[in-house]
């Protein structure tokens, strides 16, 4: 059985974000093992707090992502 970990900053995705997300990695499991793996794939989605994940040496928090996402 497949487990697959996504980790993002907290307040950066909606609760239909992240849906999507395990929809759409489930899919690509999915296509990679077979349609049988579907029932036993696990995704999930853990939220890191703001400050305590660094891009380039930086903590950017959920707004500093969030503006990153729509440049």
């Given amino acids: 059985m497949p487990l697959v970990d996504i980790e993002v900053i907290d307040g950066v995705f ?28 696990w995704v999930r989605v853990k939220e890191v707090r703001s400050g305590q994940w660094g891009i380039g040496g930086n903590t950017p928090s959920a707004d500093d992502i969030k503006a990153m996402a729509k440049s």
Avoid at 17 to 41: F, L, N, S, Y
């Fill in 14 to 41: 909606d609760a239909a974000q992240k849906a999507r997300m395990i929809e759409k990695v489930t899919d690509a499991m999915v296509a990679v093992e077979g349609e049988a793996m579907r029932g036993v794939t």
